[in-house]
Nanobody, 122 residues
C-alpha cells in the first residue's frame, strides 16, 4: 500500500516555472514506477512524465518534452516535477501516481495522490 501526497501547485504566469512534489509513505518494494498525470476541465487524464523507482529511466509526453523534468530522491521517498516555460495549456490538476508498470496509461497505475492545481495565466 502506498500513500501519495502532492504539493507545489499554484498560479504562475506564462513562461514561469513551478516545481511539484510528491511524497510517498515509504519507499516502494519491487519495481514500482512513479508518474505525473494531469487533467484539465472537460478533458481526460493524460500522461505527463514517468520515472522508475528501481532505475533511471524516464518518459515524457511530447507536449512537455524539453520543458518538464521528472526526478526522484529515494532517501526522501519523493518525486518531483520541475516545470519550466509554462504555457496556459499546461493548466490542469496534476496528479502523482504509483504503479507496477513503466507506462503512460493512467489505468496501469493503482495509487494516486489527491492532486494539486496548476494554473498558468497569459
Amino acid at each position: 500500500q502506498v500513500q501519495l501526497v502532492e504539493s507545489g501547485g499554484g498560479l504562475v504566469q506564462a513562461g514561469g516555472s513551478l516545481r511539484l512534489s510528491c511524497v510517498a509513505s515509504r519507499r516502494t518494494f519491487g519495481s514500482l514506477a512513479m508518474g505525473w498525470f494531469r487533467q484539465a476541465p472537460g478533458k481526460e487524464r493524460e500522461h505527463v512524465a514517468t520515472i522508475q523507482w528501481s532505475g533511471s529511466s524516464t518518459s515524457y509526453a511530447d507536449s512537455v518534452k524539453g520543458r518538464f523534468t521528472i526526478s526522484r530522491d529515494n532517501a526522501k521517498n519523493t518525486v518531483y516535477l520541475q516545470m519550466n516555460s509554462l504555457k496556459p495549456e499546461d493548466t490542469a490538476v496534476y496528479y502523482c501516481a504509483a504503479g507496477r508498470s513503466f507506462s503512460p496509461r493512467p489505468d496501469t497505475y493503482g495509487y494516486w495522490g489527491q492532486g494539486t492545481q496548476v494554473t498558468v495565466s497569459s
